[in-house]
């Protein structure tokens, strides 16, 4: 099963997840910058589960 369309769009999505993680983290009611947090590791795996649902629907759904 892939995930990246290709090795551009592998590093647009790391860079994505890297933005995304400290959004979560600063907006979202439970986010926390403090890792003994349960917000903390709520919001990273939010950006995780978002990022890799969008990226196998980008792959699974693209033009042939």
Do not use: C
Request: hydrophobic share 55%; proline share 5%; no cysteine.
């Amino acid at each position: 099963m892939r995930i990246f369309l290709n090795e551009k769009h592998k590093w647009v999505s790391i860079i994505g997840l890297i933005i995304s993680i400290p959004i979560f983290m600063a907006l979202m009611p439970y986010g926390s910058f403090n890792p003994s947090d349960i917000g903390f590791w709520m919001s990273i795996g939010l950006a995780l589960f978002i990022d890799i649902g969008t990226n196998f629907l980008l792959v699974k759904f693209q033009k042939k």
